[in-house]
């Protein structure tokens, strides 16, 4: 009778793993939702295009740049006075910018010293901003010069913080600390639309949804000004309770197109 009461707990245990394990396999394979690696690229895409449009209206001759977006001007005027602010400000009706995308409001930013001086801080308001019609409601946003760094590069830090982006979905919350190295462009002062740079570090934030998620950049995150797009480069997201998503933008190329990957399966989206 032991024998038999055993065998049968025996039997017992393997029909209770193999019901165990193949959930945990369900579980996986239903594991399929995109939205916070989408919710992350959406957010990286937005920051970044603050960024790229300070860049655009701002050199060391702080000359007013012409655009048919957005009226800009410098305060005060002169070549040495700081702090100076920049006021950038595209208006209350959508326009299509020069890297592609549809801007409104007032991008106002702080300088300490001049954009390419070493340990200039931006500081950064953003006042009925959108971008593509997601909107910047709330957060604090600074841009530190790091200086030069092996390659002959500037190096900025980029900090957000508290960050509340708009959407027509719902509200995405983001707080980062990333490096941004201007890799190309910079030799040409009053070009700014050959300017590209490469973004690594990390963020966290809050998507949609509700669920928390961090995120890493695994390969340099590459913008250009004259893109609408992150043109190459990957990021691992994690959110909570969830398995990681690896999202990658390719080789290159000015697109759309990017690439979302969970446990080993891979899933096609647009930026």
Known sequence: MKIKNGGAGFVL???????????????????????AAENNSLSE???????????????????IRSSTCAVSSIVPTDTFTFP?????????????CADG?????????????????????????LTNY???DNSIITGSFSITNKGRNASGHLNYLINVQNA?????????????????????????????????????GASSGRGIDGNSFTSTINSPLIIALNCAYIEKGSFTLSPANLSN?????????????ATISINSKSYDFTQ
Not at 45 to 63: P, R
Not at 107 to 113: E, L, P, V
Not at 245 to 257: A, E, K, Y
Request: glycine share 6%; net charge negative.
């Open 101 to 125: 995308n549809q801007r409104r409001g007032v991008i106002t930013a702080n300088f300490s010293g001049k954009y390419r001086d070493s340990l200039t801080v931006i500081n950064i308001t």
């Open 130 to 132: 959108y971008h593509n």
């Open 164 to 200: 509340a982006i708009n959407t027509s979905s719902g509200s995405i919350s983001l707080n980062c600390s990333q490096n941004m190295e201007w890799i190309s462009g910079e030799a040409t002062i009053f070009n700014p639309f050959d300017d590209i740079y490469s973004i690594t």
């Open 245 to 257: 998503r690896v999202v990658d933008f390719g080789s290159g190329n000015c697109d759309n197109q």
């Open 45 to 63: 895409n937005i920051l970044t295009g603050v960024i790229k449009s300070i860049g655009q209206f701002t050199d060391t001759t702080w000359q």
């Open 13 to 35: 245990v393997i029909l209770f793993s193999l019901i165990f394990f193949s959930c945990r396999k369900s579980d996986r394979d239903l594991d399929t939702d995109l939205s």
């Open 84 to 96: 100076k602010t920049l006021t950038i400000n595209f208006g209350t009706s959508n326009c299509l």
